[in-house]
């Protein structure tokens, strides 16, 4: 029998449950004066029965003959199949499932909010029925003991082809090797590639694909994605000026991994404490239409994707430390700010999209991801390929063709500020305040403005120091302060209204 398949015995009815409790309640010996052989009267007691007890005590018979971690609950038209799963240091985590057929589940946020929602979906039907309401202490009480006694599963697969079984947060619509065509993606791939592979394709030429290093850095970077034992350092940056495919192959990506998909934006300060909590359960974090590019250089980013144990916090929950199993792509039409040091420089994987020429019909996207299977199919083969070739799960990081692409946009970024802003001239110089002001009103990171200051200390040989200005005070005394030397300030007209 398959493992997602519920025991008739482990159905929790509510309605067997209440038949099971009339039947003990006829059985009882009432006195003559109304009072029970316990001494409590029979109409007090009949004011504090509550079904959901009932309930628990349902649920507790049945999960100590048959523990397991599937529990479903039935009552009226409220059907719902929830699963215990060990989600690695996060310990046992619930999950909703959504489809039974296909094993699909969500993550859940803690076993005492599920007996809520539990209850929240009975409760709406009892009151038609009888007076009878949930109580906190019940709620607690099924959580406690579900906590207790339910075997949990493993952590559900983030994705699973139709003919796979077990639980997964995404089931694919295609079976295991499923092959066909794949041209719309083949022309994707053609449009990845830095300037000597756009120069090729314009000139007519037609070089294979898998001699287009940041094409196959994508074809391998998305079957890692399926391959749960992959290094997760890297991360992908696909970067382009529009209408180049980026939104699709995003698009793409969410109906691939469904539940297992988590939308992100830039990691803000007042947020960063709770980022890694949104990616529990998550194999493939996005961050469409990325325009914080600094941010790749933030300590919080470094950790997230140095592959070690980070803290989680849920809001309202204990912080804790596990270890994410998460993968980042960026989709932007900004070039990526980051250091030119090792560290950084190795986990970026750069992907430069040209823009697509071609027509455009309605049915594009659905055809597609017709393909999308088998491109995954012909991904897969070319990933067991390489692993095989260089023993490692590590993708090729092509660091001096982004190190020049970054250091080639700071330069630009640095000469527009410098035609903006200054005038050079040996008998000039400038308050350190008044342009330090305009350096953090342009630059935004501190990280930024530092290497620009460095980048105008090497290219101008102007940089703050101490030092007696020609200019004096009242008292005749010329006042040694914080200044640039041999550079002026732009003056910029007010238009007012």
């Not at 809520?116 to 409760?123: D, F, L």
């Not at 390929?385 to 063709?401: F, Q, V």
Request: proline share 4%.
């Amino acid at each position: 029998m398959d493992d997602r398949e519920t025991d008739a015995s482990n159905v929790i009815d509510i309605a067997d449950a209440k038949k099971t409790e009339a039947e003990k309640t006829k059985k009882r010996v009432v006195s003559k004066s109304g009072k029970d052989k316990n001494g409590s009267s029979q109409e007090n007691k009949d004011k504090k029965k509550i079904p959901i007890a009932r309930l628990y005590a349902a649920v507790a018979a049945n999960l100590s003959h048959h523990p397991a971690s599937v529990l479903r609950i039935k009552y009226g038209a409220v059907d719902r199949t929830f699963v215990t799963a060990r989600m690695g240091r996060a310990g046992i985590r619930p999950l909703l499932v959504t489809d039974e057929d296909l094993g699909i589940c969500q993550l859940q946020p803690d076993l005492d909010e599920v007996c809520h929602t539990i209850a929240r979906y009975i409760s709406r039907n009892l009151h038609e029925l009888d007076d009878y309401q949930w109580t906190p202490s019940h709620v607690d009480a099924c959580a406690k003991y579900w906590r207790l006694t339910a075997a949990p599963y493993p952590e559900p697969a983030a994705t699973l082809w139709a003919d796979e079984p077990g639980y997964c947060f995404q089931r694919l619509p295609w079976r295991r090797g499923v092959t066909g065509a794949i041209d719309l993606w083949l022309e994707i791939l053609g449009r990845m590639g830095d300037e000597s592979w756009q120069r090729r394709c314009q000139c007519g030429e037609k070089p294979p694909i898998e001699e287009n290093s940041q094409a196959m850095t994508f074809v391998y970077f998305l079957a890692s994605l399926f391959d749960h034992g992959s290094d997760r350092q890297q991360y992908l940056y696909i970067q382009g000026e529009g209408q180049d495919s980026k939104g699709t192959i995003g698009r793409i990506i969410r109906k691939l991994f469904g539940n297992a998909y988590a939308a992100l934006l830039p990691i803000e300060r007042d947020s960063a404490r709770f980022f890694a909590s949104q990616l529990i359960g998550a194999r493939i974090g996005v961050f469409s239409d990325f325009d914080r590019p600094e941010m790749l250089s933030t300590g919080m980013w470094k950790s997230l994707t140095g592959d070690d144990p980070v803290s989680v916090e849920f809001k309202g929950k204990t912080p804790y430390t596990d270890m994410l199993h998460t993968k980042f792509i960026f989709l932007s039409q900004n070039t990526p700010l980051i250091s030119t040091q090792h560290a950084d420089l190795r986990r970026i994987l750069l992907i430069r999209m040209a823009r697509y020429e071609g027509p455009l019909w309605s049915s594009y996207e659905r055809e597609l991801w017709d393909q999308t299977g088998a491109f995954i199919t012909w991904c897969m083969e070319h990933w067991e390929a390489y692993k095989a070739l260089h023993k490692t799960t590590a993708l090729p990081s092509s660091r001096d063709y982004v190190a020049e692409v970054v250091a080639s946009t700071l330069e630009s970024d640095h000469q527009d500020f410098v035609d903006t802003h200054l005038i050079f001239s040996p008998s000039h110089w400038t308050a350190a305040a008044d342009l330090n002001r305009r350096i953090r009103d342009h630059f935004s990171s501190r990280r930024e403005q530092i290497a620009f200051k460095e980048w105008l200390k090497r290219t101008y040989g102007v940089s703050e120091q101490r030092a007696y200005p020609q200019e004096k005070d009242r008292t005749g005394k010329s006042s040694q302060q914080r200044v640039y030397l041999g550079v002026k300030l732009r003056q910029f007209l007010v238009h007012q209204d």
